[in-house]
């Protein structure tokens, strides 16, 4: 299972959020690219980067930021944030994003998602299904849909997408643990998808726990920059599972 750790980008800073209320923001870093680099030296190789002002502005925001962690490291970038346009999307590519996550866009303007997947391809465009007591949430998580989030990646699966990233955000920045019952029931409904878990990391034993679940990656955050998990034991965890 693919170890991931989040980057939060507000005003260019590295940031996390409870439940992704703005208000509870608390600045971990001045500079992102310094978090970036210390992630990379204990043998790290993936980051989410997510444009937190992108995503309340809908457009994309923090791109140079993005363009300056993927010049001056080595990891494979997945970005998200705001992308609602051919523009964003082709911004974040330009910029250094190995991948983008397209949430909103996925139910506000399906057939724009759909021909990204067709140009872009399935390995590019992650869909972002992040749900509140399993309805599929929009726009920075301020708004619910009235999409339940099992039929939604069903749906995109049969349409190609091949990952998913589900944060459960009742559990995001909370420390209580991750969802593992939405996620079992996200892989008894799609065996082959690939499911990336993310929200409510608190302790390195929940990891295991994914991964037996039979999730792709895991995106860890607060418990990181809290120090509950420590990047060393990340990176055991790597060595361990790449031998």
Same mark, same amino acid.
């Given at each position: 299972?693919?170890? !991931?750790? #989040? =980057?939060?980008?507000?005003?260019?800073?590295c940031v996390r959020l409870s439940k992704g209320d703005y208000a509870t923001k608390i600045i971990y870093n001045e500079d992102?690219?310094?978090?970036?680099?210390?992630?990379?030296?204990?043998?790290? *190789?993936?980051?989410?980067?997510?444009?937190?002002?992108? #995503?309340?502005?809908? *457009?994309?925001?923090n791109h140079k930021i993005l363009e300056k962690i993927a010049s001056k490291t080595h990891l494979s970038i997945d970005f998200g944030?705001?992308?609602k346009s051919d523009d964003d999307v082709k911004i974040a590519f330009s910029s250094g994003a190995n991948q983008i996550t397209g949430g909103s866009i996925a139910i506000k303007n399906p057939n724009l998602f759909n021909q990204w997947l067709t140009t872009y391809g399935n390995d590019k465009i992650?869909?972002?299904?992040?749900?509140?007591? /399993?309805? &599929? #949430? @929009?726009?920075?998580?301020? /708004?619910?849909?009235? *999409?339940? &989030?099992i039929p939604f990646i069903k749906n995109y699966y049969a349409k190609g997408i091949k990952y998913v990233i589900s944060t459960d955000i009742a559990k995001d920045g909370m420390l209580k643990g991750p969802s593992f019952d939405l996620y079992k029931k996200m892989r008894a409904? @799609?065996?082959?998808?690939?499911? !990336?878990?993310s929200g409510g990391i608190s302790?390195?034993?929940?990891?295991?726990?994914? #991964?037996?679940?039979?999730?792709?990656? @895991?995106? =860890?955050g607060k418990a990181i920059y809290e120090n509950r998990i420590s990047l060393k034991q990340l990176e055991n965890y790597i060595l361990k599972n790449n031998n």
């Open positions: 299972m693919r170890i !991931i750790p #989040a =980057i939060d980008i507000i005003d260019g800073k992102p690219l310094e978090v970036a680099k210390q992630f990379e030296d204990y043998g790290i *190789q993936y980051l989410h980067l997510v444009d937190l002002d992108g #995503a309340k502005s809908h *457009q994309i925001i944030g705001g992308l992650i869909l972002g299904a992040d749900s509140n007591n /399993e309805n &599929i #949430a @929009v726009n920075g998580w301020l /708004e619910e849909s009235n *999409q339940k &989030i409904a @799609v065996p082959n998808l690939n499911i !990336i878990a302790c390195f034993d929940e990891i295991p726990k994914l #991964a037996k679940i039979g999730c792709e990656g @895991v995106i =860890i």
